[in-house]
Structures are given as C-alpha cells and as structure tokens.
C-alpha cells in the first residue's frame, strides 16, 4: 500500500511540475511557494531523520546479536533494507518539492519574460534530475518534456490554474503522510525501545562508563572522572538507568510533536493551496511556518 | 494508529524489554534457542506489517487483534514468573503465533 500510495504523489507530482508556473503570480502566491519551500525542506529533514532511524535499527539488532545472541540473518536485514529503500523514496520526493517551491519562488520574483523563462528552464532541468533520483522506478513520459512545457506555461498568466495543479499534489503528499504516520510514528518508537533495552543491558553488565553522569560535579573545576568499572557503584547504575529512561522518554516527546507539527503543517499547505485554487485567494499568514519541533527533534538524533 | 501494526508492535517491544531476563531464566540451550526462535519471528511480524496498511475493517483481523490482546496480558502476566520458564516459553509461542497469523492477515 505504501507503495500505491507512493506512486499515486509520483504520478501527481509531475503533473504539479508541469504546471506549477504561471507567471507574475500575485502576493497570495508567492506567499504560499514560500511555505511550500519551508514545509518541503521539513518534510525532507523529517524523512531523513527517519532514514537515519531505520539506519541505527539495523546497528542496533547486530549490537542485540552480539550481546545477546539474538539471530540475525539476511532476511532481517532485507527486511530494513525495504524500508530504508521506503524511505529514501519519500526523501526524494521531498527534495523534487523542495525545488520545485525555490524555482517557483525564483519565478513569483521574476520580472522580465527573460527571467521567467530561464527559471522555468532551470526548473525543467531540475526536474530531469528527479527522474535520477533512488527510488524513482518510472518516468511519466510528460516529465521528458517538461522544460519546454513550462518554458511555455510561464508565459503565460494563469496564477489559478496554476494553483489548481498543485492541489491534488499536496493533498496527496498531505493524505500519504497522515496515512503513514502510524508507521512512522512506531518506527521511531521501537528504534528507541530497542536502543533502551540494550542500554540498560549494558548498564547491568557494568559496561558503561559514569564519566558523563560525573561530569557535571567535576567540570567547574576542570577535572574529569576515572572510574574503573569494578568500582562503579549501585546507585550510580541506578542514576544510569534513570537518565536512560527519562532521555528515551524525551526523545519520544519530541518525536510526537515533530511528527503531529509536520503532519499539521501539510494539511495547513494543502488548505492554503485548494484556497489559492479555488478562490484565487490564499488564507496564508503573512510569515512562513516554523517548523520548530521538526527541527528540535532532527538536531536531538544527530 | 491501526490496532494491528499497534498489537504487533507492542509484542514485539514487550518482548524486546524482557528478552534479558527470560533468557537469563532459561536453565538450557534448548530453552534459550525456543524464545529466541520466538523473539525473531515476533520481530518479523511486525517489520512485515510496517510495510502494508491494515486493513482494520476485516473481521477476521479485528479477531486476531481482539486475541493477541489477550495473548499478550497473559505473557505480560507471567513478567513475574520466570521461575516456570516453560510455561514463559509456551505462552510466549502461543502469542507470537497469533501475531504471525496476525501479520500474513495484513497488506
């Protein structure tokens, strides 16, 4: 399903590509290219991270065979692959839209037929790149031609129409992420429940250094701490294991929010866009989105 | 979230949390080998669900969920009594057996 889906945006994208330029677009529009440039970069940031995860899951199911035997085999890690193969896929999705909305913006501040043209060329270009993209397993045939087409379409003038492509596009985008975000949303939490599970093994095992726990006592004064392992005592485990516990849950937090702010902040695009579409007018705040939370969480994984 | 990709999820992190002490409660190699068969296949079910939507509204899965809901209040029931590590192990394989049943329902 994920990947009817997936294909469903794809077969939608180009077509938002194809047709997203319009010329001389009003305030309205621009404002709106400039939150699908800012929600796009998320929702790359997001997927990345996500791939990031899927990346340490396969880390940390050979850390549990090492440690505690647990078979490990090719399916496994197949199985890690497809996901991590899943991923990358709506990574680049969110890249080709990333461009898209900086070429779109490049045209709203476009002045002379000349600029415009060279843009949309620029954009046709950039989207024979998407069709290089990992993951992209078909070209529609309408993406070949794509430069031209638009070369054509920023001439002319049809700021509505142009709108009205985009908003089966990011209905879609919006539909898929609300659809996957269950999936997402466990993927994150197993990968931080496995990685608790092996902390607190190490922690009982003794193999895991306090320095860190210790630090805040002794680097006022610019010492660092040298505990053999042999002399780590009980209640420094049991500090151990509490800060294993209350970051795992922290990092959990953070993930739902990121995860329920990128979830918002493409529903709050596609709202926009159909506006744009069928009013001729966009309900946008005047400043582009902060996606904070997105970006909390992304820097906590790193 | 889909009660399927839920219920299989949380077996799969149950199983995950207590994998050390179930393993340490094992008296033999062959003990240790049936909840690892076990651990793995659990891990399975839930990475191949990850892959599909569920479809929820099939009576037939809203079953299996419905018992691997029970299945899994009777594992987390014996959390406590690793002492009778066969019966662990039993019910253990009861449960992931519904989650495998559970996982080929899906997609």
């Known amino acids: 399903m994920w990947r009817v889906r997936y294909q469903a945006v794809k077969i939608v994208l180009p077509v938002l590509l194809i047709s997203a330029v319009s010329c001389r677009p ?8 400039t939150h ?47 996901i991590h193969a899943e991923m990358e896929k709506r990574v680049a999705t969110a890249k080709a839209l990333a461009k898209l909305a900086d070429s779109f913006i490049e045209l709203t501040g476009s002045k ?24 992209a397993s078909y070209a529609p045939e309408a993406l070949q031609s794509a430069g031209k087409i638009l070369t054509q379409f920023a001439l002319q003038h049809d700021e509505r129409k142009m709108a009205e492509s985009i908003d089966p596009t990011m209905a879609a985008l919006s539909q898929m992420f609300t659809q996957e975000k269950p999936a997402y949303d466990s993927m994150n939490t197993t990968y931080i429940g496995l990685a608790q599970s092996l902390a607190l093994e190490l922690v009982k095992r003794n193999q895991v250094d306090p320095e860190n726990l210790l630090a805040p ?17 009980q209640q420094l485990q049991e500090y151990a294991r509490e800060q294993i516990q209350s970051e795992g849950k922290q990092e959990l937090a953070a993930y739902a929010k990121a995860s329920a702010e990128m979830d918002d902040a493409l529903k709050e695009l596609s709202t ?27 820097k906590q994984l790193q | 979230m889909g009660s399927s990709l839920q219920a299989l999820e949380k077996q799969y992190m149950f199983l995950t949390q207590n994998l050390s002490s179930v393993l340490d409660a094992c008296t033999t190699q062959e003990e240790k080998d049936a909840v ?22 099939d009576p037939a899965i809203a079953s299996l969920v419905k018992q691997m809901g029970v299945e899994q209040k009777q594992i987390e029931s014996y ?29």
Not at chain 1, 26 to 33: G, K, L, N, V, W
Not at chain 1, 220 to 229: D, E, M, Q, R
Not at chain 2, 85 to 104: C, E, F, M, S, W
């Open chain 1, 272 to 298: 926009e866009i159909h506006q744009l579409a069928t009013t001729g007018h966009s309900p946008a705040k005047k400043t582009a989105l902060k996606l904070s939370a997105v970006e909390l969480w992304t």
């Open chain 1, 217 to 233: 006592a002794l680097k006022p004064f610019g010492l660092t701490s040298h505990v053999p392992p042999q002399q780590v005592t």
């Open chain 1, 26 to 33: 009003s305030e309205d529009a621009r404002i709106a290219a």
């Open chain 2, 36 to 57: 690892m068969k076990q651990y793995v296949t659990a891990r399975r079910n839930y990475w191949n669900s990850i892959h599909k939507i569920f479809h929820d509204d």
């Open chain 1, 36 to 82: 699908m440039a800012t929600t796009a970069k998320d929702l790359d940031s997001y997927y990345s991270a996500l791939e990031s995860v899927v990346d340490d899951q396969a880390k940390l199911e050979r850390l549990q065979k090492a440690l505690l035997g647990v078979p490990l085999d090719p399916q496994d890690l197949s199985q890690l692959q497809s």
């Open chain 2, 79 to 107: 959390k406590n009594k690793l002492n009778d590590i066969a019966k662990v192990i039993d019910i253990i394989t009861d449960a992931v057996t519904v989650g495998t049943a559970l996982a080929a329902k899906v997609g």
């Open chain 1, 112 to 135: 002379a037929p000349a600029d415009v043209s060279q843009a949309a060329a620029s954009l046709g270009a950039k989207l024979s790149d998407i069709q290089q993209l990992p993951g």
